[in-house]
């Protein structure tokens, strides 16, 4: 059995391999056209860098607020605001240390002192017009607190004492433990290990007027889970049927390799659940999840798959309507290393929600689709006009029957996956110097159609700016590498990135501090008569060229029309 196993991975290795090679002159593109240097990009103000008053930030946290104009930054026992027109200057700071007796209690439970017994403030959320919600790890005891930052065109920004209070169930006790949350309708969504020892991984409502939620604790509904983000995004409408959804990893129960796979999951809970009357009483009663597939075909249908997720963006339509997802994944093993870009339309994540649910008769038994009858209504939906007939009427999820929530608390997985477009990555990368650790998204309407600019940061402190051309539906995207952006001069991991397609910037964080960057360079030379852009010619002189080729100089047109 384990030669089977050895001669499968031997045989997808070298299909894989031999799918390379058939796409290399598609991918011809993956050497930069042009790349800049540390120096390159201060030198020709196309970054900007903010270090923190003490020289480095040990940043955690980011909130662009392009309503204020601001730009407000969570590091170790500190918070800053910066103005967005002049990121250098009139930088104000807040010092929130843990409370007191906080660090020292941290210590004497063997955590470390140095990187570990502090404030990392992890959670940034407008909390009104006037006030953001800030959390921090409070030395392994979780903190809030309200931070006062005035209105619009004021800059102002203290922290209020009072409002001071338990963060637990809000932010992660440790400094780098990953998670996810979102602020919707001043009610706090967050996906995280909740107690001391992290153990306890649940998805949390607190805060606002809703009523306080939690999952159970049960391995069938989270096993071991890595929250990686977390978003509103609404089926229609109605305001009743808005669903948060996370992405996150997990080890999959339902895999036949005993639980020790890992497998990319979609959830969703509706944001009015408020939990059973008899079942389920102040746990939600609305969870679904999903698998996420990105894999590249193989032959005999043996897939190479990326199942470790790394980051989500969620490209947004101008009308608000059936966003995008691009979702970037990993994959280690014994064969090969690599990382892949899928993206997934909203349609299609719905119709697997829509669809069967997974079912299993006993431990000993097959995954499989459940045949039997659905109670109404239909666990996952949401309380609704949508949901309601003209003879059962549900104003709450307290009002379902305990049949609906016995059922949803056995059948939490949905039998079918979630596949991307064209059921391929349009990006992929193996054995690299480096990982991809994050990822956005810019969609710009150039002369010739419309492009999605991806923006990939690595833990060598680089950012790729990169395209995707789709040929056709079953060919392999080919792919094109615009810039390669030398950001921070240390090696360091990229842990976050905002754009601002409004601004033009690209906001860049990393433990060292956090970049404001240009989305593209600016003008500074004509290349045979058409205007172009040369930050720094002398670093390559074929980069001039380059630069005059249609593609590259359409986006570049298209960034500055806008």
Request: aromatic content about 12%; charged content about 25%.
């Amino acid at each position: 059995m384990q030669r089977g196993y050895i001669f499968a991975g031997l045989a997808t290795w070298w299909w894989f391999t031999w799918y390379l090679l058939a796409t290399c002159d598609a991918t011809k593109g993956s050497v930069p056209r042009l790349r800049l240097s540390y120096k390159d990009l201060l030198a020709t103000n196309r970054s900007v860098l903010f270090l923190g008053h003490r020289g480095i930030l040990d940043f955690r946290s980011l909130y662009l607020d392009e309503y204020r104009d601001r730009l407000f930054i969570g590091g170790k026992d500190t918070l800053y605001s910066l103005r967005l027109d002049q990121t250098n200057m009139d930088a104000k700071e807040i010092y929130w240390p843990p409370l007191p007796g906080q660090k020292e209690e941290c210590f004497q439970k063997g955590k470390d002192p140095m990187t570990e017994c502090a404030n990392y403030i992890r959670v940034l959320y407008p909390l009104n017009r006037t006030h953001l919600l800030a959390c921090g790890t409070g030395a392994f005891n979780p903190i809030c607190a309200f931070i006062y930052v005035g209105h619009r065109g004021e800059h102002v920004f203290s922290l209020d004492p009072t409002s001071v209070e338990s963060g637990r169930g809000r932010c992660p006790h440790e400094p780098n433990r990953a998670f996810a949350s979102t602020f919707v309708g001043g009610d706090l969504y967050t996906g995280l290990t909740a107690d001391f020892l992290g153990r306890d991984s649940v998805i949390f409502r607190t805060m606002g007027h809703r009523s306080s939620l939690r999952t159970e604790m049960d391995q069938r509904l989270l096993n071991a889970p890595k929250f990686v983000a977390a978003y509103l995004i609404p089926d229609n409408d109605d305001r009743d049927n808005d669903k948060i959804y996370f992405f996150f990893t997990e080890k999959a129960t339902e895999s036949d390799n005993k639980g020790r796979a890992i497998f990319s999951r979609v959830g969703r809970i509706c944001a009015n659940d408020a939990g059973g009357q008899r079942v389920l009483v102040n746990k939600w009663s609305t969870f679904n999840k999903a698998r996420l597939v990105c894999s590249v075909p193989g032959p005999d249908g043996i897939d190479t798959y990326f199942d470790e997720l790394e980051d989500v963006f969620l490209l947004r339509t101008k009308d608000g309507k059936s966003p995008e997802v691009y979702a970037l994944f990993s994959t280690i093993s014994n064969v090969f290393q690599g990382f892949a870009i899928c993206v997934y339309r909203m349609a299609d994540i719905w119709e697997v929600f829509n669809g069967p649910f997974a079912h299993q008769d006993g431990p000993d038994h097959q995954w499989a689709a459940y045949e039997g009858k659905v109670p109404y209504p239909r666990p996952g939906v949401c309380p609704s006009k949508t949901t309601n007939q003209p003879s059962r009427q549900y104003s709450s999820t307290k009002d379902f029957p305990d049949e609906v929530l016995h059922f949803a608390r056995a059948h939490p997985l949905m039998s079918k996956s979630v596949y991307p477009l064209h059921r391929q990555p349009v990006l992929v990368k193996t054995n690299l110097q480096h990982r991809l650790r994050q990822i956005v998204v810019d969609r710009v309407e150039a002369e010739d159609g419309q492009y999605d600019v991806m923006f990939i940061g690595t833990d060598a402190g680089s950012v790729l700016k990169v395209i995707a051309l789709q040929r056709g539906n079953f060919a392999a995207a080919e792919e094109v590498i615009l810039e390669e952006l030398q950001v921070f001069k240390a090696p360091i991991p990229i842990t976050e990135m905002e754009i601002s397609v409004k601004r033009q910037m690209l906001y860049v964080g990393s433990r060292l501090g956090v970049a404001q960057m240009t989305l593209t360079a600016q003008r500074k030379r004509s290349c045979m008569g058409q205007s172009t852009t040369a930050p720094s010619w002398s670093a390559s002189p074929s980069h001039p060229r380059l630069q005059c080729n249609g593609l590259f100089t359409g986006l570049q047109r298209s960034y500055e029309m806008r």
